[in-house]
């Protein structure tokens, strides 16, 4: 019996994922929560095999709490669940240590097989990022920009394309100012632009907003 962790904000999307795994066998889900406050209390009490978690849960953002819960939960295996862009945040979400990453825009079947290779210790992407993953054709420009990137200059760069200013940015990620603009002007020299609405308008090529 693999046993799951659901942890999204969506109540919608929590019942529908119990739903499909209740309908198919060998899975038991211990429990689903709406943020990571949540979800570390809950761990705090249970051991799932399997957490599917939200990219964009409350209270701090995806790739953060991925990276807690490596240190504070190592034995849980992570499957990244977003509606987020897959080009993406897949890649960032492994490199974070996520153990696969599943698009809520993917076929339903795939959660029942996401899980099942996530919970054997085996790394999922969908056969289609597969294949994207495998070209990098001159009209996929930003693309190539990003993967130039590390999870933590994505992080900020979502940050900023959300709207947020410096502050708010080293708030959110527990960082300083000075270090924000420090990766705001990396970020700058990376995907080759010299101003801020340039590297917004970047940013909406990579769908980070």
Same mark, same amino acid.
């Given at each position: 019996?693999?046993?799951?962790?659901?942890?999204?904000?969506?109540?919608?999307?929590?019942?529908?994922?119990?739903?499909?795994?209740?309908?198919?066998?060998?899975?038991?889900?211990?429990?689903?929560?709406?943020?990571?406050?949540?979800?570390?209390?809950?761990?705090?009490?249970?051991?799932?095999?399997?957490?599917?978690?939200?990219?964009?849960?409350?209270?701090?953002?995806?790739?953060?709490?991925? %990276? +807690?819960?490596?240190?504070?939960?190592? #034995?849980?295996?992570? @499957?990244?669940? !977003? $509606?987020?862009?897959?080009?993406?945040?897949?890649?960032?979400?492994?490199?974070?240590?996520?153990?696969?990453?599943?698009?809520?825009?993917?076929?339903?079947?795939?959660?029942v097989s996401a899980i099942k290779k996530v919970a054997e210790g085996n790394m999922f992407?969908?056969?289609?990022?597969?294949?994207?993953?495998?070209?990098?054709?001159?009209?996929?420009?930003?693309?190539?920009?990003? %993967? +130039?990137?590390?999870?933590?200059?994505? #992080?900020?760069?979502? @940050?900023?394309? !959300? $709207?947020?200013?410096?502050?708010?940015v080293a708030e959110g990620l527990n960082l300083n100012e000075k270090t924000v603009s420090?990766?705001?002007?990396?970020?700058?020299?990376?995907?080759?632009?010299?101003?801020?609405?340039?590297?917004?308008?970047?940013?909406?090529?990579?769908?980070?907003?």
């Open positions: 019996m693999i046993k799951v962790l659901i942890a999204d904000s969506h109540p919608v999307v929590r019942l529908g994922v119990k739903q499909v795994l209740e309908a198919a066998s060998g899975f038991d889900v211990v429990a689903d929560v709406s943020s990571t406050s949540e979800l570390f209390e809950t761990l705090e009490k249970v051991s799932p095999d399997v957490v599917m978690l939200e990219m964009d849960i409350p209270d701090i953002n995806g790739i953060a709490t991925l %990276r +807690k819960m490596k240190q504070e939960f190592p #034995e849980a295996k992570v @499957l990244m669940f !977003s $509606g987020q862009s897959e080009d993406v945040y897949a890649l960032s979400s492994i490199r974070a240590g996520a153990f696969g990453y599943l698009s809520k825009a993917a076929d339903i079947e795939y959660i992407i969908t056969n289609e990022l597969a294949q994207r993953l495998a070209f990098d054709e001159g009209s996929q420009k930003p693309r190539r920009f990003f %993967r +130039k990137l590390s999870t933590r200059e994505i #992080e900020v760069l979502k @940050l900023l394309a !959300s $709207g947020k200013r410096n502050k708010e420090t990766y705001k002007a990396r970020l700058m020299r990376k995907l080759n632009v010299d101003n801020l609405v340039d590297l917004l308008q970047q940013a909406k090529a990579l769908e980070l907003y």
